[in-house]
């Protein structure tokens, strides 16, 4: 018997009214496949756990912050797994590290290394309906570990390469990948199939489809993603190795990126790299990090909106000494395969800056994306703008 793996979000598992609806999809498909079923938490409770924790400081410990924000999904799939049982149905609920995901030892944005499919194999041999906890597993130490927001996708499609599973579902509220994002222009267009590449390239430059890392282990391991909505039975999207003729496939504007300026009148080239190091240690992701000067410190860089926090206490703890300013900005990002070799398109982008007089920081052409970084943060009739022109009229 086949064995597939079924994702639902945080939106899909929102109430009792929800967790009903995803009861029956998972009964639909449990009559001739063994199902393994991956959990997020409720919507908006990871926002409200570490709302909590922030509530209590500035900067959570990171191993206690992953163990807070791992309850959620626990929540989810006890929820699941007893309303199943209620309905007749043999489910157990297993967390991360229950069901043997063993990942490195990095607190919230942990990698998944190796799963132990014993004990899930046990369990779907015994026609049980297993329900696993996303978004979490264990580390050499036996910690609780967090795999990054958005991280059930990772868990699922890990999952579905341990047990060499036939399908992998992803289901949220949105019923598959769209040209862009469908709740902020109306005129997006849904896509029969993106390719791993496209996909994770959507990813990586801040679309909330799929988590990134979720699509790199589906193309290593050739494992087809379906996503699909909860709540209706349209065709979704399909991710797997192929790619349509297509320049542009997609439009992801990221508003969570934060541009830092630095400055101070002491300088050397130690100091330069202690802040670069110093950032990387803890986990704060910086890029696009420019120094501006011979003469003094004068560096600007990019880091996610998330990670400011963190930032600030490093700056007033380790390097009191540098005056610094933040700015929250924009990324426009244009995907599609080749499109280094469409220069209309580059044209076109250009002209919609010019006539709205915009200020760009930062301009990245290459084989699958054009990026641009913007010096403000700029309004959605920008990217419906972009939209319509690059998408609507190819």
């Known amino acids: 018997m086949d064995t597939v793996i079924l994702k639902f979000g945080g939106s899909s598992v929102a109430d009792d009214i929800r967790l009903n609806i995803v009861a029956d999809k998972i009964l639909d498909l449990y009559k001739e496949n063994n199902v393994v079923v991956i959990v997020s938490a409720q919507n908006k409770t990871t926002d409200n756990l570490l709302n909590e924790a922030y509530a209590l400081t500035s900067i959570p410990d990171n191993r206690e912050l992953d163990v807070l924000l791992s309850a959620g999904e626990q929540i989810s799939m006890a929820k699941l797994s007893i309303l199943l049982k209620s309905r007749g149905y043999d489910a157990i609920s297993l967390t991360g590290w229950q069901a043997g995901i063993f990942t490195n030892n990095t607190n919230q944005d942990a990698i998944v290394e190796n799963i132990d499919t014993t004990r899930i194999k046990d369990e779907l041999s015994k026609r049980k309906i297993v329900i696993i906890a996303g978004f979490q597993g264990i580390n050499e130490n036996g910690d609780i570990t967090t795999l990054g927001r958005g991280g059930s996708d990772t868990t699922a499609v890990a999952v579905a390469s341990a047990l060499n599973a036939k399908e992998c579902y992803i289901f949220s509220d949105v019923d598959g990948v769209y040209t862009t994002d469908p709740n902020k222009v109306s005129t997006a267009k849904k896509l029969r199939s993106v390719s791993y590449s496209e996909m994770r390239d959507i990813a990586d430059e801040g679309a909330k489809v799929l988590h990134n890392r979720c699509v790199a282990i589906a193309e290593k391991f050739n494992i087809p993603i379906i996503t699909k ?7 979704g999207t399909v991710i797997n190795d192929k790619i349509e003729e297509s320049t542009v496939k997609s439009i992801v504007k990221n508003d969570d990126i934060i541009s830092v300026h630095a400055t101070s009148e002491n300088y050397s080239i130690e100091l330069f790299n202690k802040i670069f190091v110093t ?15 011979a003469y003094r410190l004068d560096i600007s860089f990019t880091i996610k909106s998330t990670d400011l926090n963190k930032l600030e206490k490093i700056l007033e703890e380790q390097f009191n000494e540098i005056e610094y300013s933040y700015t929250n900005i924009s990324k426009i990002s244009i995907i599609g395969n080749e499109i280094k070799n469409a220069p209309n398109i580059l044209e076109k982008t250009m002209n919609i800056i010019s006539l709205n007089k915009l200020e760009v920081l ?13 010096k403000n943060k700029l309004p959605i009739t920008i990217l419906e703008q972009m939209h319509n022109e690059l998408i609507e009229n190819i």
């Open 229 to 235: 909505s909860t709540f209706n039975n349209k065709p």
């Open 279 to 293: 950032l990387v240690k803890n986990n704060i992701y910086v890029n696009n990090m420019t120094n501006n000067s």
């Open 362 to 374: 930062d301009i990245i052409l290459n084989e699958s994306k054009i990026l641009i970084m913007f």
